[in-house]
């Protein structure tokens, strides 16, 4: 695949270029920044990932992660920036599955903030993930110019990296999703603003808002209904056992449980 040319990073002035991106990307409060030059050092010299995309010789993406529980079988990837329209994203998370299957690792995980709906086609529909666990409030407080004034709500992303439809994707090729006949909307958008409906049935359709950052800045109220709404709703479903088990449209496919 052609892109931006993706490397390890090991030296300080790499860090330090990682550390100017991020705060281009974050723009985030003095000493909010989601990691430092000195994280970065220790987690490069202890053997953990960090790598950043190249266009030429123009740092456009960095990702940083480390070994998570249990040993010898997963990374976790805490923070991966990248600027937008280059394909940074995506060859930072190909880099990254190749690195860790060649140390034995079987999945990869991190997390991201359920409601924006482009990273949420982008992990589930182009790299085959899936939402595990919905994390209230994960982060606390945070003050940077995407996230200021919001919950820190998340979800855990679980990548395996030897699903079929991670080999496909890795490929190139996406894993048709399909919306059962009987799914019911759980959480739908009406005229910007979220709509719950049932969630007993088989299978539930939890819709997001189009643009949720815009959102937060021209309508915070609006925002905090959207992120309470889909914390109860996706939320209580992961809660209860349901399994996401893609992203069509405008929201999540999740198959409950029922009896």
């Given at each position: 695949?052609?892109?931006?040319?993706?490397?390890?990073?090991?030296?300080?002035?790499?860090?330090?270029?990682?550390?100017?991106?991020?705060?281009?990307?974050?723009?985030?409060?003095?000493?909010?920044?989601?990691?430092?030059?000195?994280?970065?050092?220790?987690?490069?010299?202890?053997?953990?990932?960090?790598?950043?995309?190249?266009?030429?010789?123009?740092?456009?993406?960095?990702?940083?992660?480390?070994?998570?529980?249990?040993?010898?079988?997963?990374?976790?990837?805490?923070?991966?920036?990248?600027?937008?329209?280059?394909?940074?994203?995506?060859?930072?998370?190909?880099?990254?599955?190749?690195?860790?299957?060649?140390?034995?690792?079987?999945?990869?995980?991190?997390?991201?903030?359920?409601?924006?709906?482009?990273?949420?086609?982008?992990?589930?529909?182009?790299?085959?993930?899936?939402?595990?666990?919905?994390?209230?409030?994960?982060?606390?407080?945070?003050?940077?110019?995407?996230?200021?004034?919001?919950?820190?709500?998340?979800?855990?992303?679980?990548?395996?990296?030897?699903?079929?439809?991670?080999?496909?994707a890795a490929r190139g090729e996406r894993?048709?999703?399909?919306?059962?006949?009987?799914?019911?909307?759980?959480?739908?958008?009406?005229?910007?603003?979220?709509?719950?409906?049932?969630?007993?049935?088989?299978?539930?359709?939890?819709?997001?808002?189009?643009?949720?950052?815009?959102?937060?800045?021209?309508?915070?109220?609006?925002?905090?209904?959207?992120?309470?709404?889909?914390?109860?709703?996706?939320?209580?479903?992961?809660?209860?056992?349901?399994?996401?088990?893609?992203?069509?449209?405008?929201?999540?496919?999740?198959?409950?449980?029922?009896?």
């Open positions: 695949m052609t892109g931006p040319d993706v490397r390890e990073l090991c030296r300080i002035e790499e860090f330090e270029d990682v550390l100017r991106l991020f705060d281009e990307i974050w723009r985030p409060d003095p000493g909010g920044a989601p990691v430092t030059v000195e994280l970065l050092r220790a987690l490069s010299h202890s053997g953990n990932y960090v790598a950043g995309a190249y266009d030429g010789e123009t740092l456009v993406g960095a990702s940083a992660g480390f070994f998570a529980a249990p040993a010898g079988e997963a990374l976790h990837s805490h923070v991966t920036g990248a600027v937008g329209g280059r394909g940074a994203g995506l060859a930072l998370k190909l880099h990254q599955r190749e690195w860790a299957l060649a140390r034995g690792l079987g999945r990869i995980t991190w997390t991201y903030d359920p409601l924006v709906r482009r990273n949420a086609h982008f992990n589930l529909t182009k790299l085959g993930a899936r939402p595990e666990r919905y994390l209230r409030s994960f982060y606390g407080a945070m003050y940077d110019a995407i996230n200021a004034g919001d919950e820190s709500d998340r979800v855990l992303a679980v990548w395996r990296l030897t699903d079929p439809r991670v080999v496909a894993w048709p999703v399909e919306v059962p006949e009987g799914a019911v909307a759980g959480l739908a958008d009406r005229d910007g603003a979220p709509e719950r409906g049932r969630t007993d049935a088989p299978v539930v359709l939890v819709g997001v808002p189009a643009d949720i950052e815009s959102l937060r800045l021209r309508d915070p109220e609006a925002a905090a209904s959207w992120r309470h709404a889909v914390r109860e709703v996706l939320g209580g479903l992961l809660d209860e056992g349901a399994r996401v088990t893609g992203f069509h449209g405008s929201g999540y496919v999740v198959e409950r449980r029922v009896p």
